[in-house]
């Protein structure tokens, strides 16, 4: 079992706690990077579309 922290779910953390995706602790171009992004994306996506919704 690994300790590593996860960077997709760490990014779906940041997105939750409303930290930007600029804020990505990996360096740009790494797999950690995208998975970082992907995390924060999926989250942010989905609160973005919930926010449209109510307007």
């Not at 360096?27 to 609160?47: N, T």
Request: aromatic letters at 6%; zero cysteines; proline letters at 7%.
């Amino acid at each position: 079992m690994t300790t590593d922290p996860d960077p997709f779910e760490q990014g779906q953390r940041a997105a939750r706690e409303n930290i930007p995706a600029e804020a990505n602790p990996y360096q740009d171009g790494s797999e950690q990077h995208a998975l970082w992004a992907a995390g924060h994306e999926q989250v942010a996506g989905a609160a973005e579309a919930n926010e449209s919704e109510d307007t």
